[in-house]
């Protein structure tokens, strides 16, 4: 028989998130028990949220507000969470999202019947008034799986793509082995490498049908809604990837994949790049060519190749200075 339910914490971050805070509450308060902790970290908002939420949190069991005097950032703010957290069981939400009943409990049971270190569901994607399920990228639901072995191929969305630290419930294992911290540098992206660390420092994970966690996206405030430097960070979070693999004993069957979404995510912000000032695009252009350059030309062919005529021609080009 499965063993009593461990203790779980919930970690919340939020900055400027005002119309979303009482959602978000509402779905704590369906998922609250005698042994489910909320910290809740605001990062600095400006505008309400962090009065709303001691407003609403006094009345939520087991619940504590802690508060950044300045801005650090959403890998921050989720840092600092986790730190002062004190379950058995790791949940993640983003401020602007919520939680339907059960949501909590589900996931704890999950983790407790299938002894694995991490666990990754569903969530319900909110867009522009529309609602889609999304669903790991894995037939192999609700058994234990070895996470190295869920990273290929490459042409392929696998487990190390979905990226989402939300939707997951973690063992404390992989915090105290160092696996949830979120590089603080990085802004925005934070969640790849991230998730490329937990993928190969993990030894179980599976695929869980557990409903209930709702992600707003196309906030108006949401990082990945915003044209600053900050969207540059996937960059570093780039080359982040890349050294973790040079450490790695398989990191030369795995760079083909990791390769594979930067040269993606270099096409998708050049398609995007309206949304830049100019000096930005230029940076942008500059320092995608140089992680172009980096890759051993037959690698580069065979991974451009494999991305269709259209992405492989503008890669080239990028890669040659001409784009």
Do not use: C
Request: net charge positive; no cysteine.
């Amino acid at each position: 028989m499965p063993s009593a339910s461990p203790s779980a914490s919930v970690v919340v971050a939020a900055r400027d998130v005002l119309p979303y805070v009482d959602d978000l509450v509402g779905g704590l308060r369906r998922n609250a028990a005698d042994d489910v902790e909320f910290v809740v970290v605001d990062d600095a908002s400006r505008d309400g949220t962090r009065e709303r939420l001691g407003d609403l949190l006094v009345h939520l069991p087991n619940s504590r507000l802690i508060e950044h005097p300045e801005p650090r950032g959403l890998s921050a703010a989720r840092n600092t969470g986790l730190a002062a957290s004190s379950g058995e069981v790791l949940l993640m939400i983003d401020g602007d999202d919520w939680t339907g009943p059960g949501y909590v409990a589900g996931l704890v049971r999950a983790m407790a019947t299938l002894g694995v270190d991490f666990v990754k569901t569903g969530h319900v994607l909110e867009h522009g008034g529309r609602r889609t399920r999304v669903l790991p990228p894995t037939g192999a639901i609700g058994r234990p799986l070895v996470p190295r072995d869920h990273i290929l191929p490459s042409h392929r969305s696998t487990m190390v793509d979905f990226t989402y630290a939300h939707s997951s419930a973690y063992s404390r294992r992989l915090l105290d082995a160092g696996l949830l911290h979120f590089r603080e540098d990085f802004r925005t992206a934070e969640d790849r490498d991230w998730s490329w660390r937990l993928m190969l420092g993990a030894d179980s994970l599976a695929a869980v049908d557990v409903p209930g966690y709702f992600y707003r996206r196309g906030v108006a405030t949401s990082l990945t809604s915003i044209g600053d430097e900050r969207q540059l960070d996937f960059l570093g979070a780039m080359r982040a990837i890349r050294e973790i693999l040079s450490r790695d004993p398989q990191g030369d069957d795995f760079m083909p994949k990791a390769l594979r979404t930067e040269f993606a995510l270099v096409y998708s912000h050049h398609e995007r790049r309206r949304r830049l000032p100019q000096h930005l695009r230029d940076r942008m252009r500059r320092e995608s060519q140089e992680l172009l350059r980096s890759v051993p030309t037959p690698l580069f062919t065979s991974v451009a190749r494999g991305m269709g005529p259209r992405r492989a021609a503008f890669l080239a080009m990028r890669r040659a200075g001409a784009a």
